[in-house]
């Protein structure tokens, strides 16, 4: 039996049966002066509604509560008053919150991660029965909205024979913020396992059969040889988990008891505005201190993806 190949031009460059002129050409078109036009005005009306937090929060209160942000153009007042009140004030106090988002997120970013790493491995790289089905279901969950899942997930937490009655507090385990931590542990985890599932399996198995011909058992495999080239998957999940954590609201309101002790910086936050609405200029000046903590993880985290994609990479 013969095959044919598709007849391609002479002299016109292919690769099996992708046209690189046609690649080039897309390229050219989304590249042009009109493709970048487009993408300039998206970008600035995507930044507005950020500028204009920021400028309300360099604003006396009486010009927030008085006329919109752009005004600020043609009445130019700005004020420290509110990131004083915002950080100084004992009635606002946002340290505490602080400390408990750090607090929240950390341990909330490290379980699901040292988890699913653990997982991924075995499902790509370890024969056992029931495999297949296992990750299928396991993807699937991420089809079911977390929003349905919180009641039970309570439930689970405070009834027997696995519930602890007392929910926060000082004297449940973590000082409370336990349920928060399996919470977000558990929301991340079947995302986490098919993403670095998938990462892993792209590693050559020339490599894994290469290391177990030199006697390595998967301890040695997974710790010597998967980690350091899953570095790139693990810090992008990393800093989507990361930003997902410290930005969540409902979780930490859900599972964490109502306790102001262990509730994060967004529960604060989310009272700023005061009862009647009245303290709109604190809101806009707590959002940029909240903002400032996952700016440096993104932008720290982000070089160390470009890092670990350029020293993961397979050299023949």
Do not use: C
């Not at 408990?100 to 699913?116: E, G, K, M």
């Not at 602890?164 to 385990?173: F, K, N, T």
């Not at 929301?187 to 399996?201: D, E, Q, S, V």
């Amino acid at each position: 039996m013969t095959t044919t190949t598709p007849d391609v031009p002479v002299g016109q460059p292919h690769i099996g049966n992708i046209d690189l002129n046609k690649a080039e050409k897309a390229h050219k078109m989304l590249t042009n002066r009109w493709a970048s036009a487009a993408a300039v005005v998206i970008a600035v009306f995507w930044t507005i509604p950020t500028v204009g937090l920021l400028i309300s929060s360099f604003r006396p209160q009486a010009d927030v509560q008085g006329n919109g942000w752009w005004n600020f153009f043609v009445h130019p007042h700005v004020t420290l008053d509110n990131y004083k009140a915002v950080l100084r004030s004992s009635d606002v106090n946002l340290a505490t919150y602080f400390v408990n988002s750090l607090v929240i997120t950390i341990p909330a970013v490290i379980i699901p991660i040292t988890i699913a790493t653990m997982a991924a491995y075995a499902f790509a790289w370890m024969k056992f029965p029931g495999r297949d089905i296992l990750f299928v279901a396991i993807f699937a969950l991420q089809i079911v909205p977390i929003q349905v899942t919180m009641i039970p997930l309570l439930k689970l937490y405070v009834s027997p024979p696995f519930g602890i009655p007392q929910l926060a507090g000082g004297d449940a385990p973590g000082g409370g913020f336990y349920t928060i931590w399996l919470s977000h542990s558990i929301f991340a985890l079947p995302l986490a396992i098919y993403l670095l599932h998938n990462f892993m399996k792209e590693i050559p198995a020339e490599l894994i059969e290469a290391a177990r011909v030199d006697g390595a058992g998967h301890v040695r495999i997974f710790t010597r040889i998967m980690l350091p080239l899953m570095a790139p998957a693990i810090a992008a999940f990393a800093i989507f988990q990361f930003l997902w954590v410290w930005n969540d609201l409902l979780v930490a309101l859900v599972f964490g008891g109502g306790s102001l002790e262990i509730s994060p910086l967004t529960v604060r936050l989310a009272e700023l505005s005061g009862t009647r609405g009245q303290d709109w200029h604190l809101l806009a000046a707590g959002a940029f201190v909240s903002l400032i903590v996952p700016l440096v993880v993104f932008l720290a985290g982000q070089r160390y993806f470009v890092r670990g994609l350029l020293s993961g990479s397979v050299k023949g």
